[in-house]
């Protein structure tokens, strides 16, 4: 059984900090590429960032490019998302995903096979 954990959510102020953390376990994907997606009330899941099997290629959304950063420890089978400059419209529930691929970095979310149960970021101007 697959099982992605997230963590680091919480409350900030804007222009603020927070680091997520996304732990995998069970099942041994292999090569696999990451990402992190969120979703505000009443809104579609958006792509936020994704990152390859080797960490060496990244992808971000325009919206965070520059703020955000993606980045993995293969040996803790953890994925990061370190968040600078936060803004009130940042905030969403944030959630990893695995696609059990290693051709592309996709920014679709029907694309991964493998959802956590999100993490809350809430940003006050």
């Known amino acids: 059984q697959v099982r992605l954990v997230e963590s680091g959510g919480g409350p900030v102020q804007a222009g603020g900090s927070l680091r997520l953390s996304c732990a995998t376990s069970?099942?041994?994907?292999?090569?696999?590429?990451m990402a992190w997606f969120r979703q505000a009330p009443e809104k579609e899941r958006d792509f936020v960032a994704a990152?390859?099997?080797?960490?060496?290629?990244?992808v971000y959304a325009d919206a965070v490019k520059g703020r955000f950063t993606i980045f993995r420890d293969n040996a803790k089978s953890t994925v990061y998302l370190q968040m600078n400059s936060l803004k009130p419209e940042d905030t969403a529930v944030y959630y990893c995903?695995?696609?059990?691929?290693?051709?592309?970095?996709?920014?679709?979310?029907?694309?991964?096979?493998?959802w956590g149960q999100g993490t809350q970021v809430t940003v006050s101007s």
């Open positions: 990152i390859s099997w080797s960490g060496d290629s990244t």
């Open positions: 069970g099942r041994t994907f292999g090569a696999h590429t």
């Open positions: 995903a695995v696609r059990v691929s290693t051709l592309n970095l996709m920014t679709t979310a029907s694309r991964y096979e493998y």
